[in-house]
């Protein structure tokens, strides 16, 4: 059996020891992230490590729901002014939205906790990160992701809907092999 644990057991983790995470651990994370697929190779993602506990503070401030104490935050952002521009407009929020997730699950794996939270596309947002990180117009941030020691337990889980399943066309159902039997 394949352990797939390390995707189910990642968890939303909002809260966190005051631990700081290595800067090997880092590097392993941001590894992770640009390991992610993106289209035609493109690779429009930038990372901006923030460890600054003022920079933290003033994210906490504009972020409505992004208020979590956590010594480290990752802000993966789209770089427009990257090769290929075309393609990286297009498809830059779902090649970072990979790299993300890459990163999650890397963190997950290490032992550490992350929360994503949400920055592109509210432009209110987007304008307040642009400034409290120094982003060049070309920059757009994505999310904020805070990592650290979770200082929370979560049960793994899936979130498995059979409902949101088709087989070959919309409006027939996939059935599960036990279904079957
Ligand atoms: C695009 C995106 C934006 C999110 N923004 C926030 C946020 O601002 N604050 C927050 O607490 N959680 C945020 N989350 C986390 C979701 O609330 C969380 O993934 C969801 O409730 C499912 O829980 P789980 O991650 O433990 O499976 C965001 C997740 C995504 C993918």
Redesign the pocket.
């Given at each position: 059996m394949t352990d797939l644990n390390f995707i189910f057991s990642r968890?939303?983790i909002?809260r966190f020891t005051a631990e700081k995470v290595t800067h090997s651990q880092i590097k392993l994370l941001l590894e992770a992230a640009m390991a992610a697929p993106t289209a035609m190779n493109t690779q429009p993602w930038h990372f901006v490590v923030i460890e600054d506990p003022g920079k933290l503070a003033e994210l906490r401030k504009i972020?409505p729901?992004?208020k979590m104490d956590a010594p480290l935050a990752i802000s993966v952002c789209g770089n427009l002014g990257s090769v290929k521009k075309l393609v990286t407009e297009r498809f830059w929020v779902q090649d970072c939205s990979a790299a993300t997730e890459n990163l999650l699950l890397a963190a997950n794996a290490l032992g550490l906790g992350t929360?994503?939270?949400?920055v592109h596309p509210i432009n209110r947002l987007e304008s307040s990160v642009r400034t409290i990180l120094n982003l060049p117009e070309m920059v757009i941030p994505l999310?904020i992701v805070y990592v650290g020691h979770p200082a929370e337990e979560?049960p793994a889980r899936t979130k498995y809907d059979q409902t949101k399943i088709s087989h070959n066309l919309f409006d027939i159902p996939w059935q599960s092999p036990e279904d079957q039997d």
């Open positions: 968890r939303s909002r972020l729901f992004g929360l994503w939270c949400g999310n979560k």
